[in-house]
């Protein structure tokens, strides 16, 4: 008779061989599952495991394009230039709607740059401007300056008065002169005078002269004196009056150069406001290109468009831009694993990484301090555009991508340990 499953699992010599498995395979099976471990952790510290920090990315060039944007609100008055055009620093490429006539201020801008002395300048030598917009104030104001200075100088008022004083101080030295001689014959008679008199008091006390020829002698005596007393007197007054004279004059000479100070001073500065005044047209009107390169259009292209204040009217690409660069805002997030030396892995949107490859860099620098909310990282291409798939990409200004910074690199069990380790602090707290 045919036992049945139940029976047979549930025999002795069944129960016997579950309950006790071979000791030969238990050994083996533990040997397998250590080494399969071992064999991952080794691996897992071995293998080490970059750490990507990933940011947008614009890549340019050391000498970017300068893009050139209006001042105003207005209609483009005019281009001087043409799309793809090679142009110098300086050249005028376009002009805004404005009130002014070009020419002319350009003619006034030329007719002033050869100003080099305002008060050697006579206002009938310059042309006249009648087109000049906002311009035309200072304009005004800068030659009525002009003319009250070139009034001053041809009237010579103070002039005038000082020279006529100098001849009345001339005048009054030599009347001085004269009457210090006068004064000195008058001293000389009065010594005389005065022995004559002593000696007539010695003969009147000895009655030898009379009374009536004593008085006579005193008269003589006093008489003298006091035509001493008015040389005297009219000295004094003279030399007061000369006094005077002489303040009168330095007075005059104070106020001449006062007046002659305060007129060219205000010639200097109408001459100042007016240049500046040129400038500040020029800046705001006219787009005047501030490198050597090459002109492109970009929204704009012909007269009487309209253009928004702060809005590009075009692009001057340099002739020499240098070697490629890349610039990164990195937000403040994970910013501090960035520094200079690492490399980086740069994916740029026109060209898919996966076909193309992608552009090596490294950091060159991290910007001390941020800018906003992020720091400014730039990057060097050491290959130029080269892909690491060994392809030269076309470079165009201002390409954008993605860069991938390769920061402090991890082993592999330190990604495990790491969330770990942060649970089990966190826990202590």
Known sequence: MKKSKTEILHSEPVREIISSPPGRLVRWGTAAISAVILIILVFAWIIRYPNVVPSSVQITTENPPVTLVSKISGRILNWYVTDG??????????????AASIDQVRKLRESIEEIQD????????????SELGEIQEYWGTFLKNLSDYENYVKNDFYGYKISSVIREISGLEEYIRRVKEKEGFYVENQRIEAKKFTRDSSLFAGAVFSESEFDISRQTFNKINIELQDVRLD???????????NQELQ??????TEERERLFSSLTESLNNLKAQIRIWENTYLIISPIDGIVTFTRFWKQNQMVARDEPVLTVVPLNPGNF???????????????PGQAVNIKLAGYPYLEYGMVRGVV?????????????????????????????LEFTQNMQGTAEIMTDSLRLLQKVVNPLRHLAAKNRL
């Open 85 to 98: 055009e090679t142009v110098h620093t300086g050249r005028l490429l376009a002009v805004m709607e404005t």
């Open 118 to 129: 305002p008060g050697s300048v006579s206002a009938g030598s310059l042309p006249s401007f």
């Open 235 to 245: 000295h004094a007054a003279k030399s007061l009056e000369l006094a005077r004279k």
């Open 251 to 256: 007075d005059y000479r104070i106020k001449m």
């Open 325 to 339: 660069i890349g610039r990164v805002d990195l937000k403040m997030y994970r910013s501090g694993k960035v520094r």
């Open 364 to 392: 060159e620098s991290k910007s001390l301090v941020p800018s906003g909310d992020a720091y400014i990282i730039e990057i060097i291409l050491p290959e130029g555009l080269k892909t690491l798939y060994g392809r030269e």
